[in-house]
């Protein structure tokens, strides 16, 4: 059975492309815009696609890696590697969908995208170790 840590870090790293899925159709929907964004980094639409691909790109790297780290090694030095990943995720994702700007890179997207890529690059080779 996976860790208490590993289920909820599956679920922080899900939810967002379901949640972002359905807010881009609704505003799809409200903007009669079934297809297609705008070339504009400032439309609500574009950033929310963006957020979205970000999120499901990550996700389905992160989710199948964080099992197979569950399952071949525990401890709290694990949970707090995987807690590192799904927080940087989540870091990125909320300011790709809530900058003024695509354009802007944020101390949240820096930390975020930069640590995803530490804790993600030590979850990759972690089932190695062991």
């Known amino acids: 059975m996976p860790s208490i840590t590993t289920l909820y870090s599956l679920t922080a790293l899900s939810a967002p492309v379901f949640a972002l899925g359905a ?18 980094p400032t439309d609500p639409l574009t950033k929310l696609v963006v957020a979205h691909r970000n999120a499901a790109e990550y996700a389905g790297v992160l989710v199948p890696l964080i099992l197979i780290v569950d399952a071949r090694c525990r401890g709290r030095a694990v ?4 807690i590192g990943a799904v927080v940087c995720r989540s870091l990125v994702i909320a300011s790709l969908a809530t900058c003024r700007s695509l354009t802007e890179v944020g ?23 062991f």
């Open 107 to 129: 101390i949240g997207r820096l930390v975020g995208a930069w640590g995803t890529y530490v804790f993600g690059g030590i979850l990759a080779f972690l089932p190695l170790c």
């Open 23 to 40: 807010g881009i159709s609704l505003l799809r929907n409200q903007q009669k815009r079934p297809f297609g964004t705008k070339d504009d």
């Open 79 to 82: 949970d707090g590697i995987v």
